[in-house]
């Protein structure tokens, strides 16, 4: 099989330089591009990078690209990949997605069937099978993705399985929760270290804060699940093993960490205590029913990372107004405290009563949101205490 692969980490649009940096400080060279961050690696790398990515949703092979204006093309082209580095005799290989932006070929049920013809017939001359006999495809899966964008084919496959945001300790989630991936992305663009104190004071099923203690911990995201290439014959077990012990020599559970979420909905307090139960982090974060408007602390330097509830979803106009007024009198005493707030209300300033300091643009989804960040001022430790 293949030593060097060209692997990309796909990224929901406004986080892709934050998978590029996770990306470097794993040890790989990296282009940021819309969408995604490419780069090249070993088996070890598909590995690691579906364990330790924090923010990415997918890792993929890109098999190959070529021009594709016509049927033709795109048959000769998928024919003329090396399919025999990557699936085996027996293989399951469903063309499981048909992307068409800007081309000529645009009728993507059509592009998957010629797709997978293409694929068919390369693997039967691969294999010496007859022609006209169609292959068994009992074996492990690999899920194959083809995109068309201004006539250039890219096929891919799937290395990940069910999206990488799914780390496996979620029981319940509530409501509205925000993807696990989408929280890490933000704490880690915000300026929260381990050695901070960190409150989300509307944790509902507790993401942010199952989040933050798995970074502080260095607790690889994916310890709790499984990956697509688990059940591939050239992964083989013995490395993914190797790269887990080494996952587990590198967390460090001693740390201490100051982590507290809260939530006015006593079963949102109850779910998020379940999912950190589920991550081996019960002991770790303080989780109790309270009003955001409750919150008093004397600590200093913390963060505040919190995603309110915002438009029709969870509360009316009127009463969102006013949670986020007494948001902004209740964190206005707190000075030397960073906020990172996430919502998808453009009004959110106004009615929080200061300005953000920055803004960002992120995606939940295909909801628009901001992440409003207002940053603490800058105190030694023995300079002052603050009374809520
Ligand atoms: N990030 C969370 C989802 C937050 S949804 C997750 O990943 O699950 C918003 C949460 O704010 C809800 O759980 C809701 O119960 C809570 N909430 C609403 N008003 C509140 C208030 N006044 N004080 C504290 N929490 C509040």
């Known amino acids: 099989m293949k030593k060097t692969f060209n692997l990309v980490a796909t990224a929901a649009a406004g986080l892709e330089a934050v998978v590029g940096r996770e990306v470097r400080q794993l040890g790989y060279d990296c282009q940021v591009e819309n969408g995604k961050v490419r780069f090249q690696g070993d088996v070890k790398t598909i590995i690691e990078t579906n364990l330790w990515l924090r923010a990415a949703d997918r890792i ?28 085996p005799l027996g293989s399951a290989f469903p063309i499981s997605k048909a992307k068409c932006v800007k081309s000529k070929l645009h009728n993507e049920p059509s592009v998957q069937a010629i797709t997978k013809k293409a694929v068919v017939k390369k693997l039967q001359k691969i294999y010496h099978r007859p022609e006209g006999v169609p292959l068994m495809e009992n074996g492990p899966e690999y899920k194959i993705e083809v995109s068309l964008v201004k006539d250039h084919a890219t096929v891919m496959i799937d290395t990940t399985g069910s999206s990488l945001f799914k780390r496996g300790y979620r029981v319940e989630k509530g409501g509205a929760p925000i993807k696990e991936n989408m929280a890490a992305a933000i704490l880690m663009l915000s300026n929260w270290y381990p050695d901070k104190p ?42 993914v093993q190797e790269v887990r012990d080494e996952a587990e020599d590198k967390a460090d559970y ?12 006593a079963r949102m307090v109850e779910i998020a205590k379940k999912n950190a139960e589920e991550a081996g982090l019960a002991d770790v974060i303080k989780l109790k029913q309270m009003r955001l408007q409750d919150l008093k602390t004397d600590k200093i330097n913390g963060v505040i990372v919190s995603n309110p509830p915002y438009g029709e979803r969870l509360l009316d106009d009127k009463a969102i107004d006013i949670l986020y007024n007494e948001m902004g009198q209740t964190f206005a005493p707190l000075k030397t405290w960073s906020k990172f707030i996430l919502t998808s209300d453009e009004g959110f300033e106004k009615k929080y009563g200061t300005q953000a300091d920055k803004k960002r643009k992120l995606y939940n989804g295909t909801l628009k949101v901001d992440l409003y960040q207002y940053f603490g001022q800058r105190v030694k430790r023995h300079q002052v205490t603050e009374r809520g």
């Not at 911990?217 to 490395?239: C, D, H, T």
């Open 198 to 239: 960190l409150i989300d004071p509307t944790c509902g099923s507790g993401t942010f804060c199952i989040e933050a203690a798995m970074i502080g911990m260095n607790i690889a995201p994916g310890f709790n699940r499984e990956f697509a290439f688990e059940s591939w014959s050239w992964v083989s077990k013995e490395l």
């Open 254 to 265: 001693d740390v201490d960490l100051d982590i507290s979420g809260f939530d006015i909905d």
């Open 60 to 87: 993929k092979i890109v098999v190959g690209q070529f021009p594709a204006r016509t049927f033709e093309e795109l048959f000769q082209g998928v024919f003329g990949l090396d399919w025999d580095n990557y699936l």
